[in-house]
C-alpha cells in the first residue's frame, strides 16, 4: 500500500507541500551534521590551542589524534548523570535539554547555497536571534536549578553579558539589513553578488564577530564560565551526556553565529571556481578558526571591562555606523 | 574645549587598543605556524645539557676502571643537609683507604655541589638523571658505589 495514499497524508502534503519533505530530511541532516561537527570542532579547537602553545594537543588517539573526541564521547556516555541533592529537579533536568533546542533551530532559515535551506523565511535573520535568546534562558535554569553559588554566579553573569552584547549585534545587523531591504537569508546573500557587505560595512563587521564571540560565551567573554574564579560555571553540577549536551550547545552556536557572519558580510555561498556550498563551508570554518585564534590569543576581561566594552564602545560605534549607512542610502 | 578632549582620548583610546590587540594576534599567528617544541615523553626523551644538576654519582676513571674515592669523609662534613654517609676499608696495612659504600639521600639533597666542589679525589659529579619517581621515599637512599658497578 502506498503511504502517499493515506488521507491524512495527502492532507499533510496538501497543507505543507514540498515543505515537509525539506523539513525532514533538513532536520535529520542536522542531527548527524551537529554532534560530528563539534567532535570536528573540539579536536580543531585543541589543535590549534597547542600549536599556538607551541605543543602538538591529542596525539594518542589515532594518528594525530583524530579520534580523541569521538572517545571523549563515548567515556561522557558511559558517565553517570549526577542530580545534586536540594536542586530543582525539574529544571535542572530540562536546562540541558532546552539549551539545545536553538542548537538546531538555528539551522533552519541559513542558506548554505542557492538550492541549500530548509525554509526559507520573511524573518529568517529574527527567527535566528529570537531562538538565540531562549540559550540563555537555559543557561539560568541551568545556574537557578543547581543550587550552587558558582553556578548561579555564571547565569547571571551570562544574562547580563547576553543582554548587554544583543544590542551592537542587533545594530550592527540592522546596518546590513537596511542596505538590502530584508531579513530573508538568499536575498542577503544575493544582494552580495558583486561586492561583499564587509567592504561597505568594515565596523559592522568586526563588531558583529566581536559580539557574537561574546553571545557565544566564548573566549576573552567567556566570565560565564571562567574556571579559575567560578569552577566551570552555570555547568558545574552537570556531569555525563547532560554536560556535554551543553557543550555541544556551545559549538554548534558558534557555527550558527559564523554562518551567519557569512550571510551577512562574507557574501555567502560566492567565490570564484567552486560550488557555492564549498565556499560557505570555507568562510563559516575560517571565521571559526578564527573565534579559535582569538581565544587563545586574549586573556579574560573582568566583568566591569565586559559591560564598559559593550556599553562604551561596541553600542555607541554601532549606532554611528548605522546612522552614518542611513545617511548615505538616504543620500544616494 | 574639555568635552572635546575626552572625545580625542575616547578615540585615541580605542585606535591604540584596537593596534595592540591586532599585534597579539598577529604575535600568536606565528607561534602557531612556527615548529613545536615540546616530545612526546614516554616515546622520545630529551638529552640534558651538561649544566644539568641531578643528584651527584661518581665517576668511574679509566686507569682503576672504578671510582677513585678515599673514604676520607669531607663531602659528608661539608654537606649542609647531612645526606651523605661515606664507609671504606684497607685491604692490607699500609694501602690505600678504598670507599665502598657511598649511600646518599637525595630527596634531601639540595644540588649545592659543595661535595663536588671539595673532593680531594675529584670523583663525584652530578648525573643527568631527572626522572625520579618512586614508591617509597627510601629508594631515593641510594649506594653510590653500587649504582657505578650496576651502570657501566
Given amino acids: 500500500m502506498n503511504i502517499t495514499q493515506l488521507p491524512y497524508i495527502k492532507d499533510i502534503f496538501a497543507f505543507m507541500g514540498s515543505d515537509l519533505m525539506a523539513a525532514v530530511i533538513g532536520l535529520l541532516i542536522i542531527a548527524v551534521f551537529v554532534p560530528l561537527n563539534v567532535a570536528f570542532l573540539v579536536l580543531v579547537e585543541r589543535k590549534v590551542a597547542g600549536h599556538i602553545q607551541?605543543?602538538?594537543?591529542?596525539?594518542?588517539?589515532?594518528?594525530?589524534?583524530?579520534?580523541?573526541?569521538?572517545?571523549?564521547?563515548?567515556?561522557?556516555?558511559?558517565?553517570?548523570m549526577v542530580t545534586p541533592g536540594m536542586?530543582?529537579?525539574?529544571?535542572?533536568?530540562?536546562?540541558?535539554?532546552?539549551?539545545?533546542?536553538?542548537?538546531?533551530?538555528?539551522?533552519?532559515?541559513?542558506?548554505?547555497?542557492?538550492?541549500?535551506?530548509?525554509?526559507?523565511?520573511?524573518?529568517?535573520?529574527?527567527?535566528?536571534?529570537?531562538?538565540?535568546?531562549?540559550?540563555?534562558?537555559?543557561i539560568l535554569m541551568a545556574g537557578w536549578s543547581s543550587?550552587?553559588?558558582?553556578?548561579?554566579?555564571?547565569?547571571?553573569?551570562?544574562?547580563?553579558?547576553n543582554v548587554a552584547y544583543e544590542i551592537p549585534l542587533l545594530l550592527?545587523?540592522?546596518?546590513?539589513?537596511?542596505?538590502?531591504?530584508?531579513?530573508?537569508?538568499?536575498?542577503?546573500?544575493?544582494?552580495?553578488?558583486?561586492?561583499?557587505?564587509?567592504?561597505?560595512?568594515?565596523?559592522?563587521?568586526?563588531?558583529?564577530?566581536?559580539?557574537?564571540?561574546?553571545?557565544?560565551?566564548?573566549?576573552?567573554?567567556?566570565?560565564?564560565?571562567?574556571?579559575?574564579?567560578l569552577v566551570s560555571g552555570f555547568h558545574t553540577e552537570y556531569t555525563g551526556m547532560r554536560f556535554s549536551l551543553f557543550f555541544l550547545a556551545e559549538y554548534t552556536n558558534m557555527v550558527i553565529a559564523a554562518s551567519m557572519a557569512t550571510v551577512l558580510f562574507l557574501g555567502g555561498w560566492f567565490g570564484p571556481f567552486f560550488p557555492g556550498l564549498i565556499w560557505f563551508v570555507i568562510?563559516?570554518?575560517?571565521?571559526?578558526?578564527?573565534?579559535?585564534?582569538?581565544?587563545?590569543?586574549?586573556?579574560?576581561?573582568?566583568?566591569?571591562?565586559?559591560?564598559?566594552?559593550?556599553?562604551?564602545?561596541?553600542?555607541?560605534?554601532?549606532?554611528?555606523?548605522?546612522?552614518?549607512?542611513?545617511?548615505?542610502?538616504?543620500?544616494? | 574645549?574639555?568635552?572635546?578632549?575626552?572625545?580625542?582620548?575616547?578615540?585615541?583610546?580605542?585606535?591604540?587598543?584596537?593596534?595592540?590587540?591586532?599585534?597579539g594576534l598577529w604575535i600568536t599567528l606565528k607561534r602557531l605556524f612556527s615548529p613545536i617544541v615540546t616530545?612526546?615523553?614516554?616515546?622520545?626523551?630529551?638529552?640534558m645539557t651538561p649544566n644539568f644538576r641531578g643528584h651527584i654519582e661518581a665517576i668511574r676513571f679509566d686507569d682503576t676502571k672504578t671510582h677513585h674515592c678515599v673514604a676520607c669523609g669531607l663531602c659528608a662534613r661539608i654537606c649542609p643537609s647531612h645526606v651523605i654517609k661515606v664507609q671504606g676499608e684497607k685491604t692490607k696495612a699500609g694501602d690505600k683507604k678504598i670507599g665502598r659504600h657511598y649511600v646518599i639521600d637525595f630527596s634531601k639533597c639540595s644540588h649545592c655541589g659543595l661535595c663536588v666542589d671539595v673532593c680531594p679525589e675529584q670523583t663525584l659529579k652530578f648525573s643527568r638523571e631527572y626522572e625520579l619517581v618512586y614508591y617509597s621515599r627510601w629508594d631515593t637512599v641510594i649506594d653510590l658505589m653500587q649504582r657505578l658497578e650496576e651502570r657501566p
Fill in chain 1, 172 to 229: 550592527s545587523t540592522m546596518s546590513v539589513i537596511i542596505m538590502t531591504n530584508t531579513f530573508r537569508m538568499s536575498e542577503i546573500v544575493n544582494a552580495q553578488s558583486s561586492v561583499w557587505h564587509i567592504l561597505y560595512q568594515p565596523v559592522a563587521a568586526i563588531i558583529f564577530i566581536i559580539a557574537t564571540t561574546a553571545e557565544c560565551n566564548r573566549a576573552p567573554f567567556d566570565l560565564v564560565e571562567a574556571e579559575s574564579e
Fill in chain 2, 39 to 47: 616530545v612526546q615523553y614516554p616515546r622520545k626523551k630529551l638529552t
Fill in chain 1, 87 to 138: 536542586t530543582d529537579k525539574v529544571l535542572f533536568f530540562l536546562a540541558p535539554i532546552l539549551v539545545v533546542v536553538p542548537a538546531f533551530v538555528g539551522w533552519v532559515p541559513i542558506s548554505f547555497s542557492p538550492i541549500m535551506q530548509i525554509r526559507e523565511m520573511n524573518v529568517g535573520v529574527l527567527l535566528i536571534f529570537s531562538f538565540s535568546s531562549i540559550s540563555i534562558l537555559s
Fill in chain 1, 283 to 332: 568562510k563559516v570554518y575560517f571565521l571559526i578558526f578564527v573565534v579559535m585564534w582569538v581565544r587563545w590569543t586574549y586573556p579574560r576581561l573582568r566583568f566591569d571591562q565586559l559591560m564598559n566594552f559593550a556599553w562604551k564602545v561596541l553600542i555607541p560605534i554601532a549606532l554611528v555606523n548605522l546612522l552614518i549607512t542611513a545617511i548615505v542610502l538616504k543620500v544616494i
Fill in chain 1, 54 to 80: 607551541l605543543r602538538p594537543g591529542p596525539m594518542e588517539v589515532g594518528p594525530h589524534g583524530i579520534l580523541q573526541t569521538l572517545i571523549d564521547a563515548v567515556k561522557l556516555l558511559g558517565k553517570e
Fill in chain 1, 147 to 161: 543550587n550552587n553559588k558558582y553556578s548561579l554566579i555564571g547565569a547571571v553573569r551570562a544574562v547580563a553579558q
Fill in chain 2, 1 to 23: 574645549m574639555k568635552t572635546s578632549n575626552g572625545f580625542i582620548l575616547y578615540i585615541q583610546e580605542i585606535l591604540t587598543g584596537a593596534k595592540s590587540l591586532a599585534v
